[in-house]
Structure formats: C-alpha cells, structure tokens
C-alpha cells in the first residue's frame, strides 16, 4: 500500500497531465483537420518534438532497464546496452531517414512501401509494425499498472484498465498534440524526481566519488563477455541501433516537424536526451550494487529488477521517494499514449483509408483514428492482462522490426529498383533464418545449426540475408522483365 504522500503525488501528478493535455486539445480543435490528430498539423515546434521524442524512448523500461543491468553483476556496465544504443538508433534516424521521410511528405512510416508497392505487399510490414507498436503499448501498461498498484495499493488488473483508460481519453480527443504536451511534463517530472533522490540515496553510499570508484573496480574484475558472448552483444547491439529506428512511434514526430531540418536536429536533440536521461538511473543502480545494507540495517533489493523502486523507497525520505515514484509513473506513461497513437495512425491511414477508397473525407479520417485509439488501447489493455510474458512477445517482435521492417526501409527509401515480389522473398528468407534458430515464446525448437549456437548473430544474419535476397531477386525480375 502506498503511502499518503505518494498517493498525493501521483494524483498532482495526474492532474497536471490532465491539464496540459485539455489545453493541447483546444489547441488542436482551434486548427482542426485530420492531420492536427496525425502529425499536429506539421507544426511541431522542434523543442516540443525533441522532448516528446526523448520522453517516448525515456520509457519506465528505459529507466528501470537501465538500474537493473548496472546493478546486476550479471550484466554491469558492458550490458547496459540501452542508452547509448538507442541514443546512436536516434542519430542514425537524423542522418538517414529523417530527412527522406519529412522531405517526401509522408503521414506514416508504411507510406513509402505502400506507394512502391501497393497496398497488398504493404499488408506485410503493416502486420509487423502493428503487432510491434501493439505489444510495446501491452508491456507498457502492465508496468503502469504494476507501479499504479503498488503506489496506490489498489489491484493490478484495476490499475491497469484505469490506466489505459486515463491514457485513451486524451490520446484519442487530441492526437499528437496533446501527447507530444503531456509528454513534455512527463518527461520534467522524471527527470526532478529522479535528481532529488540522487543526493539521499549517494549519501547512504559514501558519496558520488565513492560510489563510481567501487563500481568500477568491480567492473575490472569481471569479464564482460564469457565465452563467445561478444558476438550475442553485437547482435542485441546492432538491433538496439537499427532495429530501433523503423517504428512508427519515431517517424510520427520526425513527419510532425515543420521541415526536414527540423526533422534532424529533433532526432540528434533527443539523442543526447536519451544520454542524460540515463544517468540517474545509472547512478541509483550502482547505488544498489555498492551500498552496504547491512550496515544500514535494510533488505537488499529482492532482485534486480526492484533496485529503482528498492533504492527509492528506502534511501530517500517519504515525499522524495513519492515523487519519485510518481515520476516513473509518468515515465511509462509518457511512452503508453505515443505507441497506442502511433499503432492507431497507421490503422487508420494505411488500412481503413484505403479500404474507404475515394469516399474518405477529413471527418472520417477524424473519426477513424479516434476509434482505432480507443480499440488498440483496449486490446493492448487486455493483453496486458490475459498473455502470461507480454515483455517476451514484445522483445519477438522488436526482432521482427529489425530482421523485416529495417532493411526493407532501408531499400525502398535508397534503392529505388526493388521488385514487389524480391521483396516477399527476402523477408520469406530474413523469417526462415530467424526462426531456424528456434523460439522459445512459441515453443519451437531450432531446426538451423548455428556454428555459435545461443551466442550467434541470429538476427543479424537474418537481417542481411532479407536485404541480399530482395536485392539479388530484384535485379533478376528486372533483367528478365
């Protein structure tokens, strides 16, 4: 059960994100139009969209993810691998993407295939980006529900359809806008709340110095990659950078800028952000690993993965650690309304407006993205509370966004001679070696002997192969065509 003064930090902090977003919202009906809901009418001011950008990545994963691996000597500091990939994910978004998509106009990330390749071979990495923005927005709401639950003491699956519905009601009445608003806040109290802990939490610690110098002389004593792991590091690498950059959640902001400029400097704006914003959690987790708690006669944290919420709750005073909590909170929410708005606008642009044809107008489009905000975030909601592993599904399907979605974007944007069915066949291939090596989410058992085995580049192999396949497929539909 939480206590009195989290509880009243939560709901200030819920009011005040109730507030920003009902003020975005009249805004937004001020200008009107399908695209003030899709992309804020293109007119995202380029600090707006680097906080909203940097809020999104900033998640409660994020900053849980990041306490956890610094804290578990398990992993340490060489498998904290987040920040500063998806910082380089973000950079490599500006220098490569940012600028293309923007310049071309497009309202979502699956318009350059479906103006390459029509509608039907669309349907496939619609498929992908869909299930990828729908299962994040599951794994986001089971940990709002989970932190809800624990602050206000109320019971899991409660906490999260109120959070969902609480998420859904400003999505869906201001789109873009009021997300990009919201997360704004958000991102202000994560980063206050985190900060006022840091002082309580070094202190019991022996200090800033301290602390970093006995984190790290453990470090040098451990060996960051047994065995043949540094290939496994790679792999989760270069899926963390690139992996990271096909997903609708990104190029929602980067199409919202007023110009393609404003589309880079966001991305490389929110790439530092991600940097700094990984240093509180950081601390706190080596905070957890150095502390002495017996001395302090406390509990050491029960796992990993409770050393945020652990260090918070009991090295820094009640209203800090309300704060705080109150600031994770924010965090996952922050990242819960731009991916169920993201997963929306390519339901509603790139499905049901097709499917309407030329009988679609603004108000339908209105319309449509506001009923498909309301059904993702309800199947999202009952994943959430019905599929045992929603952080697995999840981690699948980021796979499948880098071995399907990234090298066919990187195809369609820069190599403008790819064939509609080379296309099929690289992505048939990228699958097949994917799950040649077996997955255990489905149960299957691997059926490709990798020279590696578990510590093979799986997904990099199988990236490569989808984009030499179409790429070779491509040039010999066109010799004989």
Known sequence: MGTGLELVALALSALAVSAVAVLAVRGGRRRGGAEELFLAGRQLPLWVGALTMTATWVGGGFINGTAEAIYDPALGLWWCQAPVCYALSLAVGGAFFAGPMRRAGYTTMLDPFQERYGTSTTTVFFVTALCAELFWSAAILAALGAALSAVAGIELGT?????????????????????????????????????????????HAGGLGRTAGAYLERQAVADPFPGRSLWRWTDTAMMLVFGGVPWQVYFQRVLACRDERSARRLSYVAAGGCLVLALPPALIGATGATVDWAALGLEAPASPAQVLPHVISTLAPPLVAGLALAAVTAAVMSSTDSSILSASSMVAWN???????????????????????????????????EVHSVYALW??????????????????????????????????????????????????????AYPLGADAPIRTVAMLANASVTLVLSAVLRRRG
């Open 159 to 203: 906490a999260i359809l109120v959070s969902a519905a609480i998420v859904v009601a400003y999505t869906s009445l201001g789109g873009l806008r009021s997300v990009a608003y919201t997360d704004v806040l958000q991102l202000g109290l994560i980063l206050v709340g985190l900060v006022l802990v840091l002082p309580f939490a070094l202190e």
């Open 351 to 385: 499905f049901v407006r097709p499917a309407l044809g030329s009988r679609v107008g603004e108000r339908a489009l209105r319309r449509s993205i506001r009923v498909a905000v309301v059904v993702v975030g309800a199947v999202a909601a009952l994943v959430a509370l």
């Open 395 to 448: 981690f699948l399907c980021s796979d499948l966004v880098y071995v399907v979605l990234f090298p066919q974007l990187v195809i369609v944007l820069w190599m403008p001679a790819s064939h509609r069915g080379a296309v099929l066949g690289g992505v048939t291939a990228g699958l097949l070696l994917r799950f040649g090596a077996g997955e255990a989410t489905f149960g299957l058992d691997p059926w490709i």
